[in-house]
């Protein structure tokens, strides 16, 4: 599998944004590893599989199996989802808020999703856009100017 997260040089503002992004995912797995998160739900996507977890934390209630084996199965779930949040390999992607809790999404190619959003500024795109249509502007009014010119 390929990383999909781009690294940045480390004076960055983007470092500092990827690294926030590194400490949700590590924060995550240390609350599953405590008991405090649990997986809850599956969304199945076109593009594969996305997880939510909530806990007491979120308002939501933690799993508990009827029989040692089903607790035994759920906690392996969860130490597993925190060893791959911990490798990098399943990523927080977003929120889902519903009447009751709060819960987390996450998803990674293990799961099947592998164009996960690289870490940017929220300002790049729109200022990148914005000179790129200021330079096809300018570049259309000059060539229709010279054109003009040219008639003339």
Same mark, same amino acid.
């Given at each position: 599998?390929?990383? $999909? @997260?781009? $690294? ?5 503002? %983007?470092?500092?944004?990827?690294? %926030? ?15 405090? %998160?649990?997986?809850? *739900? ?5 593009? *594969?599989?996305?997880?939510? @977890?909530? *806990? ?24 597993a989802?925190a ?15 519903s ?18 959003? @690289?870490? $940017? ?17 300018v ?14």
């Open positions: 599998m390929t990383d $999909t @997260v781009k $690294t940045f040089p480390p004076n960055s503002k %983007l470092r500092v944004v990827q690294a %926030l992004y590194v400490g949700v995912d590590l924060t995550m797995a240390v609350l599953l590893l405590t008991g405090q %998160l649990t997986a809850v *739900g599956v969304f199945i996507l076109p593009e *594969g599989i996305e997880l939510s @977890v909530t *806990g007491p934390m979120f308002g939501g209630n933690r799993l508990v199996g009827r029989s040692m084996a089903a607790t035994s199965t759920i906690a392996a779930i969860d130490l989802l060893l791959l949040l911990i490798l990098g390999q399943l990523r927080f992607v977003g929120t889902y808020v009447s009751r809790s709060l819960f987390l999404i996450i998803t990674g190619p293990p799961l099947g999703i592998t164009n996960l959003p @690289v870490v $940017t500024l929220p300002g790049n795109r729109a200022v990148q856009a914005y000179r790129e249509f200021r330079s096809r502007v570049q259309t009014l000059v060539s229709d100017r010279l054109q003009e010119i040219g008639d003339a």
